[in-house]
C-alpha cells in the first residue's frame, strides 16, 4: 500500500473503503481474521446454493443478529462510498449519457461461496487478480501466495510464494537469473499453461502449469499435492520458468497482463507498464520481440481476435485502437471522462468494451468510433474489470466495490443481472466454457471467492420477465 499511497494519494480512498471495520465491528487493526470469526463470534462458514435459496445470507452475514439491516446499510455504502476520480466530478458529467438497463436478469445462479480462500488486494485501482482455466479451477492472489483453487475436489493449492526468493530454473535468454525477492503482485493473469504475475517494480515472474483433462474437468498437479501424478511432460516444469524485469523506471508497476496465441499458434503476452510502455513477450522463445511507447502511462490491453488490433487505456480520458505490429495509432477512442484501467473484446472481433474511473463502461465498435454504442454505468465507483464469455453472449463488469454487473450483450446490453455483496472486488472472470464465473471479494472479516454457475434455462426465464 505504500506504493500506491506515494502514487495515487491513498489516504483519500481509505476511508469507508472496508466492509468489516464499518458494521463488522471490527479493530483498527489491517490483519484479517484468519481465525475465521466474526466480531459476534460466530464461526464463519461456506455458503452454498442450497442454503441461499432458504435465505442465508450468500456471505454468511449474521444480519439479524446487526443493529442495522442489510437494506439500511446498502443505502448508506451507496450514499458514502468515496469514488476515486484523477478528474474530479467525472461520474456525474458521465451520467447523462447512460443507458438505462432493465434490472432483474439471471443468467448465473449462486453457487458457493468459500471462506477458505481469502483473495487480496495490493494496488487499490489494479483488480485482475483472479483468473479461471475451467468452470472448476480458478487462480488468485492470497497475500504473497498466488493460489489454485478447484471447486469440484475443494482443494486449495499454493503454486507460488513471492514473499521470498523466487528465480528461475531454466536459462534463457533476457532471463534474470538472481530473480526477485519478495515480489509484490500487481497484476496477474492466466491462460492455458502459462501463469504470470506482474510486480510493483516491473518485475514479471512466468510458471509453466500442467494443466490434464479429467473428462470436462481441468486440475492442475504439483509436487505438493496428493493427487496421483501424471506421467510427466515437457509442460510439467517445476519451479519458475523465467524471471524479468521491464524496466528500472522509478514509475515501473506492471498494470496488466493480456496473454495470447500468435498467428503461428506461439504464445505471447503483453505487459502494460506505467512508465509509459507496452511489451510483448514471445513465450516459445521467451524473449521480448516489441517494445511501444506512448504519450501516457498504460493502464490496460486488450488484443483483437484476430491479433491485429490492440485497445489501449490509461491516465489519459482517450483510449487508443493500435496496429499490434507497429504499435502505430489506428484510432482515437473518445468519450470517457476520466482515465480507464480496464478493457476487453468480444469474441466477434469489431466491439470491444473499456472501463473507466467516471463510473461507466463504454462499449464500441470499431468500424465507426464516432460515438459509443452503449454507455453503461456503475453504482459506487469506476469500472475496474470487463470481462466477455467465449461465446459472446454476456459481459461482466466490476466495480471497486459490492456489485458486478452481468449484461446480455445479444439483445443490446438492455437487461443486466446485478451481483450485490459487500466488500472490495479483487477481479472476476468467466470459464473459458462460459460455465462459471468467479469473483473475488477482499474483506477483514468475509473475505471470500463467489462462485456463479450459468443458468441452463436462463432464456426462458428471460423471456417470461
Not at 473503503?17 to 466480531?39: K, L, V
Not at 481469502?118 to 472448476?136: E, G
Not at 530454473?169 to 509484490?184: A, I, R
Not at 506461439?266 to 517494445?291: I, Y
Request: aromatic share 12%; charged share 25%; net charge negative.
Amino acid at each position: 500500500m505504500d506504493f500506491a499511497a506515494d502514487d495515487y494519494e491513498m489516504g483519500e480512498v481509505e476511508e469507508d473503503m472496508y466492509f468489516a471495520g464499518r458494521i463488522m465491528g471490527d479493530t483498527e487493526s489491517d490483519e484479517e481474521d484468519e481465525d475465521g470469526y466474526d466480531h459476534l463470534d460466530n464461526k464463519i462458514t461456506d455458503t452454498y446454493a442450497a442454503e441461499a435459496r432458504k435465505g442465508k445470507d450468500i456471505q454468511g452475514i449474521p444480519w439479524e443478529r446487526l443493529s442495522i439491516s442489510r437494506e439500511k446499510y446498502r443505502q448508506t455504502r451507496l450514499e458514502q462510498y468515496k469514488n476515486y476520480e484523477n478528474i474530479p466530478q467525472s461520474g456525474r458529467g458521465s451520467e447523462k449519457e447512460c443507458k438505462l438497463t432493465r434490472k432483474g436478469g439471471a443468467f448465473y445462479e449462486f453457487w458457493q461461496n468459500t471462506r477458505s480462500v481469502k483473495s487480496t488486494i495490493l494496488h487499490f485501482q489494479l483488480r485482475n487478480l483472479v483468473w479461471s482455466t475451467s468452470k472448476h479451477d480458478v487462480y488468485l492472489m492470497s497475500h504473497y501466495s498466488i493460489i489454485h483453487w478447484s471447486s469440484l475436489s475443494s482443494k486449495k493449492t499454493e503454486v507460488l510464494n513471492v514473499s521470498g526468493h523466487v528465480a528461475p530454473s531454466e536459462k534463457h535468454p533476457g532471463s534474470l537469473l538472481e530473480g526477485f525477492t519478495q515480489t509484490q503482485v500487481s497484476t496477474l493473469a492466466v491462460r492455458d499453461n502459462l501463469l504470470i504475475a506482474g510486480g510493483f517494480q516491473g518485475e514479471l515472474i512466468c510458471k509453466v502449469v500442467l494443466s490434464l483433462d479429467e473428462s470436462f474437468v481441468m486440475i492442475c498437479a504439483f509436487p505438493q499435492s496428493d493427487r496421483a501424478s501424471p506421467q510427466r511432460t515437457d509442460l510439467d516444469r517445476p519451479g519458475v520458468s523465467f524471471c524479468t524485469r521491464t524496466t528500472y523506471d522509478d514509475n515501473a508497476i506492471t498494470n496488466a497482463i493480456d496473454i495470447y496465441h500468435g498467428p503461428s499458434g506461439s504464445v505471447h503476452f503483453t505487459a502494460s507498464n506505467n512508465d509509459c510502455g507496452v511489451r510483448d513477450f514471445d513465450m516459445e522463445r521467451f524473449q521480448l520481440v516489441k517494445h511501444f511507447s506512448y504519450p501516457w502511462p498504460v493502464n490496460h490491453t486488450s488484443l483483437s481476435p484476430d491479433g491485429k488490433v490492440i485497445a489501449i487505456v490509461g491516465d489519459n480520458p482517450d483510449g487508443m485502437l493500435v496496429d499490434s505490429q507497429t504499435g502505430k495509432t489506428i484510432a482515437h477512442v473518445r468519450g470517457h471522462l476520466d482515465f480507464s484501467f480496464a478493457s476487453a473484446w468480444h469474441p466477434n472481433g469489431y466491439v470491444f468494451a473499456t472501463g473507466n474511473q467516471d463510473k461507466t463502461c463504454r462499449v464500441w465498435d470499431a468500424r465507426n468510433l464516432s460515438k459509443s454504442v452503449a454507455v453503461l454505468k456503475g453504482n459506487l465507483g469506476a469500472i475496474r474489470s470487463i470481462r466477455f464469455t467465449s461465446d459472446g453472449q454476456f459481459m461482466a463488469t466490476a466495480e471497486p466495490a459490492d456489485f458486478v454487473h452481468v449484461y446480455d450483450v445479444k439483445n443490446d446490453y438492455d437487461k443486466e443481472q446485478e451481483i450485490d455483496f459487500f466488500g472490495e472486488i479483487s477481479g472476476l472472470s468467466f470459464s473459458p466454457d462460459t460455465e462459471s464465473l468467479f469473483i473475488g471479494v477482499w474483506d477483514r472479516t468475509y473475505g471470500s471467492l463467489l462462485q456463479y454457475n450459468r443458468c441452463r434455462n436462463y432464456s426462458y426465464m428471460d423471456y417470461l420477465m
